[in-house]
């Protein structure tokens, strides 16, 4: 055979593979850029240019600036559980256990990647209505899940029954959620130290007979 019939067309499959894996090319500049210059010089022509690609191709992936928000968000946050899940699920056998690996590994999570925490504050402070929509929706989400996680250990016996679980779950989430914005100003941060002070704050505030 020439070297006309070795040379095969890519198949649906190759294809599909080689646009996921561009996709997240994408999306992995759209993170680094925005941490870099902020959210509103992060424009399609400067991600491109990161990695070396058009604006016209970002096109050909992402509807546009909004569509690649939401995506970014979404890796953000899918990273995030695949991080943490795992240390939470190990630590489930008991209330104390589960908060404090539930408190350390959103910790750890944001002091391991530093570009994703600076980037979600960008797009906070962004002028793209759907993207804050998104992160607001992920946080009220993740409310939701530690209540009932808390309130779960409660009934159980493992946690302190004469506290709000809901109101519990808001000022954790609420102290957890300021990281990402102290990260922003003070690249040096202790979040080691962070995560322990915090740890040990509901562990007292949630735990039975502490003190």
């Given amino acids: 055979m020439g070297l006309e019939a070795e040379t095969k067309a890519p198949t649906d499959r190759q294809r599909t593979f080689t646009e996921a894996a561009r996709r997240v090319q994408i999306i992995e500049a759209a993170i680094d850029t925005i ?119 409660q009934s159980e016996g493992q946690l302190r029954p004469d506290f709000d679980p809901r109101v519990m779950a808001v000022a954790i989430r609420a102290v957890i959620d300021a990281v990402p914005r102290r990260l922003v100003h003070d690249p040096n941060l202790d979040v080691d130290k962070y995560a322990a002070e915090i740890a040990n704050m509901f562990h007292l505030s949630t735990s039975l007979g502490a003190e």
């Fill in 35 to 153: 941490a870099e210059v902020g959210f509103a010089r992060a424009s399609l022509a400067r991600i491109g240019e990161r990695i070396g690609i058009s604006k016209g191709l970002i096109g050909y992936h992402f509807a546009g600036k909004d569509d690649l928000i939401k995506e970014v968000v979404f890796e953000i946050v899918e990273q995030g559980l695949a991080y943490m899940q795992p240390r939470i699920i190990a630590e489930m056998s008991t209330g104390s256990g589960f908060l404090q690996a539930y408190i350390e590994s959103n910790l750890a999570f944001m002091r391991d990647h530093r570009n994703f925490m600076v980037a979600i504050v960008e797009i906070r402070l962004g002028i793209i209505a759907d993207g804050t929509k998104h992160l607001n929706a992920d946080i009220d989400a993740a409310v939701h899940v530690l209540e009932g996680h808390l309130a779960r250990y």
